[in-house]
């Protein structure tokens, strides 16, 4: 399991639970292990994305301890067992000032946590209080799931409880118990942010959810807007803190995102990074891994063209064609061999990005090399279409890429394999080859 420095490069004054007085010393929070599922399948992804950045921040900070506490945990009363009850009963140590070592140990007796790593403080809001940060531990079946105890996550402060994770019961049984991984300022307004993990798994793949949770905007909320309800997900991942945009604040870093499963297909593993963008904390950038599968490289030349970058996607499909050390595959999922339908996908491709060019002797290359070599192809034919289209008529690439794939939507399978090579992967289809709208 992962361990993260607990950090906040401001002078927050962010303060952790210990078990004793002593000097000040650097506080970490662990979050609780959880299991991990046996994978039905493996792969080998290929090289991590490479978007180092040039300089990591520090964001490091020396909490002073908890004083101990002169009264005793008695001297609280037990915590209630019924977890309706729990918020009030917060509610009132935290206004009658009652020491967190006091709060953790009576919550730890009544089941509620399981360590002292479960219940920390920082003030969220800068109002000179410390609210209190607390992993709640549920579970009334008493059975618990395999991959970990479910539960919630609180905040409790001035109020009462001012945050839950999850606002909606039923929705704690689905997810391990929420452990906080970091506190550091991720929006520059020198407030800290509280940045939690939970995981939910299936059969054979756990997905990560991770959220940010601030003050920033008044009240204290989740500040990750993704399209995903909640926060940032994603499948297996590694979370990373660190300035990725050159914007001065440290971003969330995902990496990973493998599907464990024979029908999810040979994925290529991604990082994707989370940063804040004045408002919340979006998907500022996806970086996919190097991959030695050519239909990967031609998902790579895809999304250089959609960007658009053109230069860039001349290149890899340029290498999807002529790159004889990339790998096919011809297995389950695929029904049948990708060689064929990655060439001929990429060389029409070649042929549309001479036409965007302007360049006729460019495209006509490619829908040449295409009649040498797949001259029965629906692709082939789209090709020679496409340029027929636009040299005869108003030179308007909608509406070639039209007439284009008015042919292959006619055809059967005119992508073969590439129309489904997994659920996690794309599938390319008539409707994809030609994109340009008119």
Known sequence: MRRFVALLGLALGVSML??????????????????????????????????????????????????TPTSTPGDLGPAPTALEFVPSWLETAWQVGRAPVEVNAALQAAGWQHSTDDLGSSDLNGDGQEEWLLTIFVDESGQGTVFGPPGNFWIVGEGGQLYSTFGDSSEVGLWTAPVVILLGDLTGDNLPEVIIETSSCGAHTCHNLYQAVSAHHGTIGNIVVGPDDGGALMAFPTAEFYDSTDDGLSDLVLTGGIVASIGAGIQ????????????????????????????????????????????????????????????????????????????????????????????????????????????????????????????????????????????????????????????????????DVCPIQA
């Open 18 to 67: 210990v078990a004793a007085c002593g000097d000040s010393e650097e506080i970490t929070f662990t979050p609780t292990p959880t299991g991990t599922p046996t994978p039905a399948a493996t792969q080998t992804p290929g090289p991590k994305p490479t978007a180092s950045p040039t300089a990591t921040p520090s964001l490091t900070s020396t909490p002073t301890p908890f004083a």
């Open 268 to 431: 290529q593993a991604r990082s994707e990074v989370w940063a804040w963008d004045g408002t919340a904390i979006t998907l500022a950038d996806t970086l996919w891994a190097p991959s030695p599968w050519r239909f990967h490289v031609l998902y790579d030349a895809n999304r250089a063209f959609d960007r658009p970058d053109y230069e860039n996607a001349h290149g890899l499909y340029l290498r999807v064609i002529n790159d004889g050390t990339l790998q096919d595959i011809s297995e389950f999922p695929a029904s049948g061999d990708t060689r064929d339908s990655a060439r001929q996908f990429a060389a029409f491709r070649l042929v549309l990005l001479g036409l965007l060019a302007d360049d006729q002797d460019a495209a006509a290359i490619w829908r040449d090399w295409l009649s040498l070599h797949y001259s029965d192809s629906p692709i082939h034919q789209a090709a020679t279409a496409l340029m027929m289209e636009w040299i005869s008529g108003t030179g308007n690439l909608g509406d070639a890429c039209g007439v284009a794939t008015s042919l292959l939507l006619a055809a059967e399978n005119p992508t073969g394999p590439l129309a489904y090579l997994g659920y996690a992967n794309p599938e390319l289809t008539a409707e």
